[in-house]
């Protein structure tokens, strides 16, 4: 099968987004496996860019264009996306330092900033690259939203920080659930929520050789950061792909959640029974360099099935007659 421009992009996305997210949200480092990710994560973006595109003319502009176009004409479009992509950079480091007081550099805001790079450069990238301007500026942009607007818009409505919604979160999605499955595979261990500011909120206290061992479950684990990588991701993988949001689409990033939520639950229960087995440095080794691996298996072949799936049904819209194709559309 070959491989298209998308597939390629794609693949080296999600290969470096393992390892940023593995270095600074998941809380550990494993040096060496986040270098291999990065490493062929850009070979394959770089290889992307070797592959001829078959472009149609109307879409050399970008999906993004073609949005604009609609409102305005292609010369207005670009003069105001540069202007909003140093407005939004500018805009948010001001209102992060005289508005919140902080001056500290987190996730969001390398997002922020690249998301505002992408639009500033969207209109000088050659058109060759359509599907690559396409991919990073709606990836960049609902990350932004994820991690962005809708974080900060919960501490400015609430009057609170994240963490305690984040602390329910990993209680209920992740800790409680997978305890559950260990206990079922013959492992003794309890679950513990503890919302006193003092460490970690989240605790499984599992047992080794006689003695009760306690594992701390940061904010990278409680689901939602890998969740929102994968809505972002697959989203604009869709979006570029088929240029539409339909049932199907809808349908596929539900289920995309679900796996995503199942094979993160999958890597701590293999985490914690490897630990209670071989104590807590083989739990660590699996815990930062393994567990990434069965993350990423587990979206791979998710996305690989479902983009068939989308595939053939795109196939069968196509070739159906006018009038069938119109009563199966949304």
Not at 19 to 37: D, M, P
Not at 195 to 223: F, K, V
Request: glycine content about 8%.
């Amino acid at each position: 099968m070959k491989l298209s421009r998308e597939w390629l992009l794609l693949g080296g996305s999600l290969l470096v987004v393992a390892a940023v997210y593995n270095h600074y949200i998941g809380g550990h480092s494993a040096y060496l496996l986040e270098i291999i990710f990065v490493a062929a994560g850009a070979a394959l973006a770089l290889l992307s860019l070797r592959i001829q595109p078959d472009i149609k003319p109307e879409l050399q502009d970008g999906l993004l264009f073609k949005l604009l176009m609609r409102f305005m004409t292609k010369e207005q479009a670009a003069t105001i996306l540069p202007v909003l992509g140093f407005v939004l950079i500018i805009g948010w480091s001001l209102w992060k330092i005289y508005v919140t007081g902080e001056a500290n550099i987190r996730m969001e805001d390398i997002i922020v900033t690249l998301f505002g790079l992408s639009l500033v450069l969207y209109y000088y990238a050659p058109s060759q690259f359509t599907i690559q301007k396409d991919f990073v500026v709606l990836y960049l942009l609902f990350l932004t939203i994820v991690f962005a607007v809708i974080w900060k818009s919960y501490t400015l409505i609430t009057g609170e920080s994240y963490v305690r919604v984040t602390a329910y979160s990993e209680y209920y999605f992740i800790t409680s659930p997978v305890v559950f499955l260990v206990r079922l595979l013959g492992v003794h261990a309890d679950a513990e929520l503890n919302l006193s500011g003092h460490g970690l909120s989240n605790m499984i206290d599992y047992e080794y050789q006689g003695r009760m061992l306690r594992l701390g479950i940061g904010s990278g684990c409680s689901g939602l950061y890998s969740a929102g990588l994968f809505f972002s991701a697959f989203l604009a993988f869709v979006l570029v792909r088929y240029a539409k949001v339909d049932h199907r689409i809808l349908a596929a990033l539900g289920i995309g959640f679900v796996v995503t939520w199942f094979s993160n639950i999958l890597r701590m229960v293999i985490t914690i029974l490897v630990g209670s087995q071989y104590g807590h440095p083989a739990l660590a080794f699996v815990h930062s360099y393994i567990g990434v691996l069965i993350f990423a298996m587990f979206i791979t072949i998710f996305w690989v099935i479902i983009v068939r799936w989308l595939d053939k049904a795109e196939e069968e819209h196509k070739e159906a007659p006018p009038s069938e194709a119109a009563a199966a559309a949304p």
